[in-house]
């Protein structure tokens, strides 16, 4: 199986947040994951288009206990799971680069601590006023 290789397969949350009619089909289909992968190489994210839609580490790790994930494994898919991904994306040498968002008022610190060659692909402007402009950068 895949998992046993290291991938990691990522479960979207917000769906089931934001649209009821999505809910029964986005727990049964993760569900389903979870029990297929008995919980290894799990990573949830929230795909959120809005800033409601985000819920706290916490929140998170209680979610996964819908799923029948343990308070141990919930742990490692919120903290060392996504390291995990990111490591391996950033040591990849097939690939031509790796595409991150980066929000504009963290840019400037982001360039001075990175030694990466980057280039500006992608700038989002916020549609609400409250959240800063962030932009997506190519990382070569």
Known sequence: MSVQRGVCVEI???GAIR???QRVNILASSLSLVLAVSGKGIVFGSCAE???????????RNMAQIFRISKSKSKICI?????QVLKHAFS????LGVVIGVHSDQLDVWKRTKSY???LIEQ???SDE?????KRLKIE
């Open 117 to 119: 060659q980057y280039s």
């Open 130 to 134: 409250h959240i800063s402009q962030s």
């Open 19 to 21: 649209d009821p009619s």
């Open 50 to 60: 809005k800033c409601f839609d985000v819920r706290s580490p916490l929140d998170v």
């Open 12 to 14: 979207c949350y917000s």
């Open 79 to 83: 903290s060392e799971n996504p390291k």
């Open 92 to 95: 990849r040498k097939t690939v």
């Open 124 to 126: 989002d402007s916020p």
